[in-house]
């Protein structure tokens, strides 16, 4: 070891105790962090003669010191280690990239409550089921909850101002207690019944609705009891159809992993009171070598930190103990692994493992045309870079949206891993510029980005890709060198002749000359993707705003209308389009507007 560090006493004074460790190379970057129950074990076992990979063997090779950090608890180590791997990324962690949050179907606390899909904090009002893998599980299972039980779907602002009943309730998907066409009793016990079948207890359901069904029978009353045994045979049906449905109620959550050509793919399915929502695939990075045991430790620790964890796990590999036992310190409850299942689960771990597989082939099969894009264009640009760091290689465009000066916008989109980095976009508001100035908001909008890559002195993209020719080449320039960054990085892309695709110019900042690449370029389609997709998210995000703007405007130009009525206004109606769409009688309800005021809004919005 290099320096000052002396290797063999740091590990003499390491104490037995939890905590987290960071392995740091003669650059002083991270190369790796890690938890442990026993500090002084786990690092020491670094340091031993046989180690258990040569990934970490090359690892060890270039640590120069080692930091370390007790914590109270081991529980606690797992979060500060899962903190400091999404910050840091280290080369030789295994990561998962995954910033969306899952899904939830939602039951309102309203005295109708409504259904709905939701996502974001469990802390709000009412009753949440899930989590599901995707949006679209959730939408599904709300129109099984329609076709059911009728429940509503609606806004609470509209509820509140139906006079007659909407399309939904003509196509027998809602029972329309917005004009009491079934009363609200009546309605909360069917809230109640659906809430018993999102929690597996469809068998009970469909016994209850049965004697119902008798008993309006015997009343003699047909017309009822027949709907109850509609309703009975569309749940019975749906049943049917949920091929992987389970007698019990259990939660749980089945991970598999599968690897090939040096990627591997992590399959997620959840199973909520018995029933199946599907599933969701994961690709980490930083992956080649290492076993499918390892990476599923990974994606356990880094994706349960975060998000609920059921009491069953039923995995293809072994997870660690030690790493089952701080989740289950962290939610609170016992956590059962299962290895081997039998019956229904064992169909579901075998669906898993099958899912796996087809995304795994899927995606190589795409990253070897992606990565092929990636490395011509590497080449063009007489870019530096080894093939080992080619998925490493990072482009960020930048783009200039607004309408006559109105509402000016800049978008960052990224470009990494051979794929756009939809997480990674940021969106800038431009001001304090002259109104349609292009090369002012290209000036703002690069000196607020890279200002602090200047600052840092890391974090500067492979490529930077400004649109727009020479002028807004030469900007980037100028804020480059006042920076002190690199100008070579940049390259302008100008639109060719007819601006058809495939006649674009690449422009540089330094001795190199222009290239056109031609239509068949496989760089230049890469490039044109970026470019693109920084227009289109520029775009997207200049209208909203001009909207907001503009709407926000309308109403502010309407005499009598001061801030707090119309902040009352829109709370009411649930934003612009609503009170755009409500008549003089029902704005006259909100508090503060007279017949008369109500009058002047509606025509003026009109």
Partial sequence: MPGTFNLKLFLADL?????????????????????????????????????????????????????????????????????????????????????????????TDHEAPRIAYYRG??????????????????????????????????????????????????????????????????????????QRFLEGRAQEVIKDIEARMLDASERLEFEEAAALRDQMLALSTILQQQTMEHSGTDDADIIGVVSEGGR???????????????????????VRGQPDDEVLQAFI???????PLPALLICSHRVNDELLTMLAAQAG????????????????????????????????????????????????????????????????????????????????????????????YRRYNIAGITLGDDYAAMRQVLTRRYSRVAEAQSGLPDVVLVDGGKGQLNIAKQVFDELGLDHRVLVGIAKGEGRKVGLETLLFTDERPSVQLGVESAALMLLAEVRDEAHRFAITGMRARRAKSRNVSRLEDIEGVGAKRRQRLLARFGGFTGVVNASIDELRTVEGISAALAERIYHALR
Wanted: with cysteine; proline share 5%; glycine share 4%.
């Fill in 15 to 107: 104490p037995p105790l939890p905590g987290v460790y960071r392995h740091i190379d003669a650059h002083d970057e991270v190369l790796y962090v890690g938890k442990a129950r026993n500090l002084k074990r786990r690092v020491s076992s670094y340091f031993q003669k046989n180690l258990s990979s040569p990934r970490i063997a090359q690892m060890v090779t270039q640590i120069v010191r080692i930091e370390v950090t007790i914590t109270a608890s081991e529980s606690e180590a797992l979060l500060l280690e899962h903190n400091l791997i999404k910050r840091l990324q280290p080369r030789y962690n295994i990561i998962f990239r995954d910033d969306k949050s899952y899904p939830y179907l939602r039951i």
């Fill in 121 to 194: 904090s469990t802390n709000a009002g009412g009753s949440f089921y899930g989590p599901y893998p995707n949006a679209w599980a959730v939408r599904e299972t709300i129109q099984v909850l329609q076709r059911v039980f009728k429940l509503r779907t609606c806004e609470d602002s509209v509820y509140a101002h139906r006079t007659r009943p909407c399309l939904l309730h003509q196509i027998e998907r809602c029972t329309a207690p917005c004009v009491g066409l079934i009363d609200i009793p009546s309605y909360q016990a069917g809230v109640r019944q659906a």
């Fill in 264 to 286: 591997s793919c992590v399959n997620l399915a959840m199973v909520r009171g018995g029933r199946h929502l599907g599933d969701r695939a994961f690709f980490p990075t930083q």
């Fill in 301 to 307: 620790s880094q994706h349960y930190i975060e998000r």
């Fill in 333 to 424: 409850h016992a956590v059962r692994l299962l290895l081997r299942p039998q019956g229904v689960r064992k169909a579901w771990l075998d669906q898993v493992l099958s899912n796996a597989q087809l995304a795994l082939q899927r995606t190589l099969s795409e990253s070897i045309s992606r990565a092929a894009r990636t490395a011509d264009l590497a080449q063009i640009l007489q870019l530096d870079i080894d093939d080992a760091a080619l998925e490493q290689l990072t482009i960020e465009g930048f783009d200039i949206s607004h309408t006559m000066g109105e509402a000016t916008q800049a978008s960052c989109v990224v470009y990494k891993h051979h794929a756009m980095q939809p997480a990674d």
